[in-house]
């Protein structure tokens, strides 16, 4: 009878304890389903995003010609930067604190800087270590040395086979694209197979050519930039700024543009692509010449290009350009020397200082009293874009003052104010997706601050009046943007009709550099607004035109408007 007794003891104990279980998991699974699900990085997105500051190593035969495009008048005997040293290249890249170099291993011209059997236009047909040298396995070298991360730049065009810029790869002759394609996809093949591994690959302007199992083979632990399978942003221009806010989340069916940029981030896109801000030493030339060097920027520039990308929550692309010994000029390191340094003066020792914390308010004790001028939030953007607005109080003479707010946090936000003694600092989101993690929360003071200028940065300026139209009926217009489009960027057209009630279809856009049409997706129709979405590089002779047809149910006249996407 106790055998019996114990047992159903036993059974009631296993029974109850089951139950609350049941209870428990039930519980948590209803807590589970308030959970929005957010897009959220990749371990390799997160890597990336976690360098912060990435050099841009641009180098070309364009180089030796003072220009921003090879135009293949340099003859490759002219080529030999016989002082050359991937080493001096690291060690700059670490006078400022950058973790990873991007190298452009071919550019527009199709000049290739590695050892490659596809072209008779590359280092090995120059002068330059008797034709053995391999300016990509010696920087490749030289990053593991240094504990760098390398990055590589194939451009998809080539001028050698009619695939200029614009082109994403496609051939002016369609009887070469299918020659062509197989010279690009060994050449990047080469590029990723050879060179130990790469945390970012770069097509800049798209890429058309399918190239996707070599991506799957070689680039799995890498960063797309552009391109059917982008996985990083490019800003809409290249000035080294942000708009605020910064959201690193887009829609997918943006992203597979492959030309996608901050205009259309949006905190509740289905995937995470991260910003790289990127911009020139000098201003605005990525490759060295004796003019380029004059436009050698300031530290307040770079300085203002910090706060404005790594302080928007985005990672920082800043170019380095040598000349034609091979070397970055003294002048440029000096610079990137001051860069590091005034970033660590201000930054590297926080007054006071938090980290993991949970919740929608979050109280940061300061050892006393003190003054300061910065707070630098960090969300813990693994967990996606929780934080949707906040404010930053602090506590004087016993009351709460609002310092700052914003939107956006993601991996870094800098928050800058008049400086103020305090006691303590009150972080409070006012809008959140689940709960706010906070991955550190810190104050500074920097003296002799000076803030960095504001220009009203605002996507979608007003629009100028370009020309008139008087069309019939499924008419082309043409419109002359020559001069108009000096730099990449994004801008518009709009097509207003006379009478407001007219309804107009346009279709068939064209975007011709030089008399080439460049890509579709360089443009896309929205109503009466034609996009424009240059991403070819800067500073060239281009010759721009846009060709559309317009279609109306009766004669139509109107206006035509331009205007940039984003005015600094």
């Keep these: 009878m106790t055998k019996i007794k114990t047992k159903l003891l036993s059974f009631s104990m296993f029974f109850y304890v089951g139950l609350i279980l049941l209870i428990l998991m039930s519980s948590n699974t209803c807590k589970n389903q308030n959970i929005v699900k957010l897009a959220t990085p990749s371990k390799i997105q997160y890597k990336w995003h976690e360098q912060e500051r990435i050099m841009f190593l641009c180098l070309d035969p364009c180089t030796w010609q003072g220009r921003e495009y090879d135009n293949h008048s340099t003859s490759l005997d002219k080529i030999n930067p016989k002082s050359l040293d991937t080493d001096q290249w690291c060690e700059t890249a670490q006078l400022w604190g950058a973790k990873e170099i991007l190298f452009v291993a071919k550019h ?115 960063v797309i930039f552009q391109g059917s399978h982008a996985t990083l942003r490019w800003p809409g221009t290249e000035l080294g700024k942000l708009f605020y806010p910064v959201w690193n989340t887009v829609e997918n069916e943006d992203l597979s543009t492959g030309v996608s940029t901050q205009v259309h981030g949006d905190p509740n896109g289905d995937v995470w692509a991260p910003l790289e801000t990127n911009t020139t030493l000098y201003d605005h030339y990525w490759f060295w010449s004796p003019k380029g060097e004059k436009k050698r920027k300031s530290l307040e520039q770079l300085m203002e290009n910090y706060y404005k990308s790594v302080g928007y929550g985005s990672v920082f692309l800043l170019n380095s350009t040598p000349d034609t010994s091979g070397l970055i000029p003294e002048a440029d390191q000096q610079l990137y020397k001051a860069f590091g340094e005034e970033i660590d003066r201000r930054f590297k020792t926080s007054v006071a200082s938090m980290k993991n914390l949970k919740g929608k308010t979050v109280t940061l004790n300061l050892p006393e009293s003190k003054k300061i001028n910065h707070v630098v939030t960090m969300e813990d953007y693994r967990l996606g874009h929780r934080i949707r607005e906040y404010k930053i109080e602090g506590l004087v003479d016993g009351n709460w003052k609002e310092l700052c707010k914003g939107q956006s946090v993601g991996r870094k936000k800098i928050d800058y104010f008049d400086e103020i003694e305090i006691s303590k600092i009150r972080l409070t989101i006012t809008k959140s997706v689940n709960e706010p993690v906070i991955r550190k929360l810190s104050a500074y003071y920097v003296e002799d601050f000076i803030a960095p200028q504001q220009h009203g940065i605002s996507p979608w300026s007003n629009c100028q009046d370009i020309g008139t139209y008087n069309t019939q009926e499924n008419s082309i217009i043409e419109v002359d943007l020559t001069g108009r489009i000096k730099m990449p960027g994004q801008f518009l057209v709009k097509v207003e009709p006379e009478n407001t009630d007219t309804k107009i279809k346009i279709s068939n856009v064209e975007l011709i550099y030089d008399g080439r049409v460049v890509l579709d997706n360089f443009t896309s129709v929205k109503g009466n607004e034609i996009n424009i979405n240059r991403t070819a590089q800067v500073i060239d002779e281009s010759k721009i035109k846009l060709r559309f047809n317009v279609k109306s149910k009766t004669v139509c006249k109107g206006k035509i408007q331009f205007k940039p996407a984003l005015i600094y």
């Design 108 to 222: 527009t011209g199709g000049f290739c800087w590695w050892q490659t059997e596809t072209t008779d236009y590359g280092i090995k047909d120059t002068p330059y270590k008797n034709g053995k040298g391999d300016v990509l396995k010696e920087l490749s070298e030289s990053c593991k040395k240094f504990g760098l991360n390398l990055g590589v730049y194939v451009y998809p065009g080539d001028e050698t086979w009619g695939a200029g810029i614009g082109s994403g790869g496609q051939t002016k002759d369609p009887s070469k694209q299918e020659a062509y394609n197989e010279v690009f996809r060994t050449q990047l093949e080469e590029t990723l197979a050879n060179y130990g591994e790469v945390i970012e690959v770069w097509f800049d302007g798209s890429c058309v050519i399918d190239i996707s199992d070599i991506l799957e083979k070689y680039a799995k632990n890498s």
